[in-house]
């Protein structure tokens, strides 16, 4: 493993040892629908929203019946919910045509369920099957990446393929989430605190801001 990859891998995982998605479900379905509905909003509308759209519609064919002005008034509080709420219906009613009312467990099908780009496909893969197909690249994970000078580009498919040839296979579904911890609570997007940051005495970012102090 590269040094500087090795580094900054053991020392967030030293800082947040017990990671999760903050997104809240009981079944893989679940955890799509809700990753779909974090798309522009943070986990902690996306829970608050699902407790109640959940309840009424816990499992696929349940929220593939749905009436649709019902989803809509549920799931409001998400944004884009008019968009939002046709695209789980879709993807509900997919994957009881083509797949049996169970959630695909691959990058392919996924991607073929309304509302579901690589981001979503790769954290339910990650979570939900324990499967590491590629890295899910969100805001967090963009800012990061640029920060420790892993990639020069802002397309979150160019940011993953750059990330991809760097970070080991096995920590593919790990750092997504450990960037995610990070970005959230020191590397945030307007006033990183770098000063407490584990990171700063290999980071790029820090390194410049000293010199343009």
């Known amino acids: 493993m590269n040094e500087y990859i090795n580094h900054i891998i053991k020392k967030l ?5 017990n990671i999760n998605t903050e997104l809240i479900y009981n079944s893989p379905f679940q955890l799509l629908i809700a990753t ?16 109640n759209l959940f309840k009424k519609y816990p499992y696929v064919r ?34 009881i045509e ?3 009312e169970k959630i695909p467990d691959n990058m392919q099908d996924l991607l073929e369920l309304d ?9 339910v893969l990650s979570v939900a099957f324990n499967k590491n197909e590629g890295i899910a ?4 994970v ?7 000078n892993l990639t020069r580009n802002i397309n979150p498919k160019k940011i993953e393929n750059d990330l991809l040839k760097v970070i080991p296979e096995e920590f593919w579904g790990r750092i997504s989430i450990l960037f995610i911890l ?32």
Request: hydrophobic share 30%; aromatic share 4%; net charge positive.
């Open 13 to 17: 995982d030293k800082s947040y040892r």
């Open 36 to 51: 779909i509905l974090s798309a522009q909003c943070t986990d902690k509308i996306v829970n608050k929203t699902t407790v």
């Open 62 to 95: 349940d929220l593939a019946e749905a009436d649709i002005e019902d989803v809509k008034k549920l799931i409001k509080s998400t944004g884009y919910y008019k968009l939002k709420a046709r695209r789980i219906i879709n993807t509900s009613n997919r994957i």
């Open 98 to 100: 083509k797949h049996n």
């Open 115 to 123: 509302g579901v780009g690589r981001k979503t496909a790769n954290i």
């Open 137 to 140: 690249v969100d805001t967090h």
């Open 142 to 148: 963009a800012r990061l990446s640029k920060r420790l």
């Open 182 to 213: 990070h970005g959230r609570t020191i590397c945030q997007a307007k006033k990183p605190d770098c000063n407490n940051c584990m990171l700063n005495n290999r980071c790029p970012y820090w390194k410049e801001a000293l010199r343009n102090k």
